[in-house]
């Protein structure tokens, strides 16, 4: 059935695509013992034809949101994953694939265009959440494949390291030729960048969006120290101290943030803030923490029924969760 659906999934692409050279190549190189963790997203009116023909076939298929993507997919395996994600502007097409393992992030980057093709491949060697070795190549050719130069090469190779990184471009190229020696300080950078702009550009639906009800015995199993060396302050008992109810439930990014601290993902690097939701049988508490990586604070603000389940529909991804619903009382549990 992974052929079936592979394929289906590629002959939605336009065949300029299909029959390049390189996109051949780089199509056949997919293995088929994946998974999907999410529906493949092609174009809706190759999506109506197919669900004419098999009906069952929206079990693996949706509709793209974008009149430029082509098609999003993403396929897991036991030891990686593999997101595709191709699009068209101008006459121009763009290919990107993915492939996380856990040690090692590949990103094959494909431009199509009328004259020529560019291939850039990005290697990102990780531990521990830093990128400990940054390696890319750039690759030009005309129709026939033949190579050419890129003058342009280097500006864009540094051009990618100022966005990686959150540096200045003036100061990329010093610091591309001394990763090795700087590398911990610019990860420390953009893993810092990273949380900022994640918190400035978070809709509501995340912010607002809660986890099932948990109690802190609970939290203890899932928020499991890997790395002690990393850790500079303790959550977990930062939350004992102030939470009074059995029950609360976090903001989901709040969670993954503290999560991924106890996982050692970060290197100990952590700046985030959020909400939770504490409940004793009828009554409600708001908190909102912030915790950065050498200090945790932590308020607590008494709320009435109401106001917690106007917090509930302020997320959409709540409304579907009965654990979410018991908690904010809504029905009782049998």
Known sequence: MNETILNLALSSLPRVLLEDTFFQALCNKIDLDFLLPKKIAIRSWIYETLLKIEP????????????????????????KLIDIHISEENNIYNAKVK??????ITIIDFIKKEKESIVKITKEKLNQGFITDYTVDIYCYDEEYRSKENPDKMKEILKDFST??????????????????????????????????????RPDKEQYSFTRPMSLNELKKV???????????????????????????????????ILKYYAGMNAGIIDTSGIMIGKNEETYSKYHLWIKSDKIEISREQISKERA???FYLSENNLDNDYLKEFFGFFKSR
């Not at 079990?59 to 993403?74: G, I, R």
Request: aromatic content about 16%.
């Open 56 to 79: 069952g076939l929206s079990k693996y298929f949706t509709t793209l949101n974008s009149s430029h993507d082509l098609l999003k997919m993403a396929l897991l395996y036991f030891n």
């Open 99 to 104: 492939i996380t393992n856990g040690r090692m």
């Open 164 to 201: 990686l990184f959150y540096i200045p471009e003036e100061l990329a190229l010093f610091f591309y030729q001394n990763f090795n020696k700087y590398y911990m300080e610019l990860n420390k950078q953009r893993i810092l960048s990273e949380m900022k702009l994640e918190q400035l550009t």
């Open 223 to 257: 928020w499991t120290i890997t790395d002690p060396n990393f850790q500079k302050i303790n959550i977990l008992e930062a939350l004992k101290r102030n939470i009074v109810e059995p029950k609360v439930v976090f903001a989901n990014p709040l969670f993954k943030e």
């Open 309 to 311: 389940q106007e917090l």
